[in-house]
């Protein structure tokens, strides 16, 4: 089993930044489809950015687009996702998914593999 390690969360205030990064163990991250799901206390997990193997093809949530980035370094194992501009409502628990999924890679379902998750709280 494929094992994924989020870091980089913590407290920033509204307008700053944070890069998270997610570690995957293994040798075969380089042929997963890599995803940014997002959780807020009482709500559902939410999908935020994909990243496709090559790191060729990227789609994002548009609640987002123009601020976060998604990015791979295969060499690494590593996808990252750098948060530009936050809000407070982009405070949440962050996951990083791995997987093979055969449609777009935006639903929970198409992943196989999961991270433990790192808070991200922004203030105002």
């Known amino acids: 089993q494929v094992q994924l390690v989020e870091s980089g969360g913590g407290l920033v205030q509204a307008g700053g930044s944070l890069r998270l990064s997610c570690l995957a163990s293994?040798?075969?991250?380089?042929?997963?489809?890599m995803g940014w799901f997002r959780q807020a206390p009482g709500k559902e997990r939410e999908f935020v950015a994909v990243?496709?193997?090559?790191?060729?093809?990227?789609y994002y949530e548009d609640s987002v687009k123009g601020r976060f980035t998604i990015s791979r370094d295969n060499a690494k194992n590593t996808v990252y996702l750098q948060m530009n501009s936050l809000k407070p409502e982009d405070t949440a628990v962050y996951y990083c998914?791995?997987?093979?999924?055969?449609?777009?890679?935006?639903?929970?379902?198409?992943?196989?593999?999961w991270g433990q998750g790192t808070q991200v709280t922004v203030s105002s």
């Open positions: 998914a791995g997987g093979r999924p055969r449609g777009w890679g935006r639903d929970r379902t198409e992943y196989d593999y």
């Open positions: 293994g040798r075969t991250f380089s042929s997963y489809t």
């Open positions: 990243i496709s193997w090559s790191g060729g093809s990227t």
